[in-house]
């Protein structure tokens, strides 16, 4: 299976961006993680594959909404208010037996290339 992301882009603060992730099989859990320059990987949101039960990190509940859309083999991250520290490379992932969403990225196994956000002050 193939992810492939995009829809990153430069915002000021307080703007909103949708990423996708498109991928070219079945898939179970899915989530998006980020990266900023210097800094590792960090979990941002994941979403279950059939309950659709979703998490975030605090540094971004109440501002991303992660979704999905399995007939289409979609995932989606809106995300909203966006802070500088928000920049960063951000990656789709996906899980081949995992149903539940999670946060520990050695759970998944396929990654998108990534998509870059950049927000300015």
């Known amino acids: 299976v193939q992810l492939q992301a995009s829809g990153g882009g430069s915002v000021q603060a307080g703007g909103s961006l949708r990423l996708s992730c498109a991928a070219s099989?079945?898939?179970?859990?899915m989530g998006w993680f980020r990266q900023a320059p210097g800094k590792e990987r960090e979990f941002a949101a994941a979403?279950?594959?059939?309950?659709?039960?979703?998490s975030y990190a605090d540094s971004v509940k109440g501002r991303f909404t992660i979704s999905r859309d399995n007939a289409e083999d979609m995932l989606y991250l809106q995300m909203n208010s966006l802070k500088p520290e928000d920049s960063a490379v951000y990656f789709c992932?996906?899980?081949?037996?995992?149903?539940?969403?999670?946060?520990?990225?050695?759970?998944?196994?396929?990654w998108g290339q990534g998509t870059q956000v950049t927000v300015s002050s």
């Open positions: 992932a996906a899980s081949r037996r995992r149903t539940d969403g999670t946060s520990r990225p050695n759970e998944y196994d396929y």
């Open positions: 099989g079945r898939t179970y859990a």
């Open positions: 979403i279950g594959w059939r309950n659709f039960r979703t």
